[in-house]
T-cell receptor, first 114, second 117 residues
Framework: DQQVKQNSPSLSVQEGRISILNCDYTNSMFDYFLWYKKYPAEGPTFLISISSIKDKNEDGRFTVFLNKSAKHLSLHIVPSQPGDSAVYFCAASPGGTSYGKLTFGQGTILTVHP | NAGVMQNPRHLVRRRGQEARLRCSPMKGHSHVYWYRQLPEEGLKFMVYLQKENIIDESGMPKERFSAEFPKEGPSILRIQQVVRGDSAAYFC???????????????FGPGTRLTVT
């Protein structure tokens, strides 16, 4: 049962353009969402997060949008840079005493072309 | 401030041997998490520990796997009698004590790649 899904295995974008990575979830108990970036042979690096009480959070070039009614979140990267090329994972936390138990999507490989 | 440390980075074991994976959390972090990543898949939660306590082990296989986070020293993930299906990348993460939403953010180590031959 895949509770967090990233339906696009890969995304290719030109440098300077916007990258939009999508994530859907099924568990309405999730109350906190995070995005991680991962390079090969390294651990995931935390990028940005959003609480379920918000619909948008922005940090520099990265913005995360949350649509609770649709159970959908997206990560926007503007402008995209070649160094952004990596695998991006969305993750969700159920909050409460199990808040540490993150559920990850399968990941989306982002390639930014110069 | 050093990040999350994991060792070894690569570990090769023959079937039936034991594997011990170590994780030192970031300074000031008291919560440790272990995740496993199989090839072409996302990370799967295994266990959540605080010092001397297992908080949630719902993702741990029922047999052969155990984890601890002693009062002193690193957290250890132990796999007994390894099988080929245990071959994966094992990631450790840590987070600060529960002081609000920032404690949701977990910081990952570089991982240990276990290969069972």
């Amino acid at each position: 049962d895949q509770q967090v899904k990233q339906n696009s295995p890969s995304l290719s974008v030109q440098e300077g353009r916007i990258s939009i990575l999508n994530c859907d979830y099924t568990n309405s108990m999730f109350d906190y969402f995070l995005w991680y970036k991962k390079y090969p042979a390294e651990g995931p690096t935390f990028l940005i997060s959003i609480s379920s009480i918000k619909d948008k959070n922005e940090d520099g070039r990265f913005t995360v949008f949350l649509n609770k009614s649709a159970k959908h979140l997206s990560l926007h990267i503007v402008p995209s840079q070649p160094g952004d090329s990596a695998v991006y994972f969305c993750a969700a936390s159920p909050g409460g005493t199990s808040y540490g138990k993150l559920t990850f999507g399968q990941g989306t490989i982002l390639t930014v072309h110069p | 401030n050093a990040g999350v440390m994991q060792n070894p980075r690569h570990l090769v074991r023959r079937r039936g041997q034991e594997a011990r994976l170590r994780c030192s959390p970031m300074k000031g972090h008291s919560h440790v998490y272990w995740y496993r990543q199989l090839p072409e898949e996302g990370l799967k939660f295994m266990v959540y520990l605080q010092k001397e306590n297992i908080i949630d082990e719902s993702g741990m296989p029922k047999e052969r796997f155990s984890a601890e986070f002693p009062k002193e020293g690193p957290s250890i993930l132990r796999i007994q009698q390894v099988v080929r299906g245990d071959s994966a990348a094992y990631f450790c993460a840590s987070s600060p004590p529960n002081r609000g939403r920032s404690s949701y953010e977990q910081y990952f180590g570089p991982g240990t790649r276990l290969t069972v031959t």
